[in-house]
Structures are given as C-alpha cells and as structure tokens.
C-alpha cells in the first residue's frame, strides 16, 4: 500500500508563495508518476502538475510559469513550489500516484493523500 501525506499548507496574501510537500512510503515501484490535484468549494478537482521519472513535468496552463514540481531525492518527497498566488488559486490540495506515465485525470492516480489546505487572499 501507498501511503501519501500532504503539508505545507496555509494562508498567504496574493503574490506571495508556498511550499508543499508529499511524502510517500510503501510500494512506490509501481507509481511512475506522482502528481497534485486541487480542488475548491464546489467545483471539481483538476489537475495542477506532474513528474514522472521518464517523461519529465506537466503542468496545467493556469499555472505555468508560477509552479514548479519537483523531486527531492535525499528527503523521498515531491514538492510543489507555488510562486506569484492569485485567490484562484485558492483549494484544497492533493498528491496523488499513478501506474501512466503520461496521467493527467483524476481517474488515472490510484493513490491519494489527505489533502492540505491552500488559502490565497486579496
């Protein structure tokens, strides 16, 4: 079993940035790629970036250029570094894995953390 745990999670006035982070244990070998996913009140969950290990990142257009996924080695985690925060942002955010290396549904991530609030004010 994959177990995914989520944090770096708060409230940040618009323009400024956040740091998560996903830790994850278990059987790992068979996730190829890792990924986050957002989701705000009442609308559905979307995807926000992925990594895999073959075929580099992938990121949503809305947050081109201000997010950055990433892999650190020494730590087993995959961070999101989230840069110039608009109140779109505004979510509660998941890490996910996936068995598709090329995974960008939802329906594709087997695995999922609990999620960490991402709270973006005006």
């Known amino acids: 079993q994959v177990q995914l745990v989520e944090s770096g999670g708060g409230l940040v006035q618009a323009g400024g940035s956040l740091r998560l982070s996903c830790a994850a244990s278990?059987?790992?070998?068979?996730?190829?790629?890792k990924g986050w996913f957002r989701q705000a009140p009442g609308k559905e969950r979307e995807f926000v970036a992925g990594i895999n290990w073959t075929y580099g990142t992938s990121y949503r257009d809305s947050v081109k250029g201000r997010f950055t996924i990433s892999r650190d080695n020494a730590k087993n985690t995959v961070d999101l570094q989230m840069n110039s925060l608009k109140p779109e942002d505004t979510a509660v955010y998941y890490c996910?894995?996936?068995?598709?290396?090329?995974?960008?549904?939802?329906?594709?991530?087997?695995?999922w953390g609990q999620g960490t609030q991402v709270t973006v004010s005006s």
């Open positions: 996910a894995t996936s068995s598709f290396p090329l995974a960008t549904m939802s329906d594709q991530y087997d695995y």
């Open positions: 278990g059987r790992t070998f068979s996730s190829y790629t």
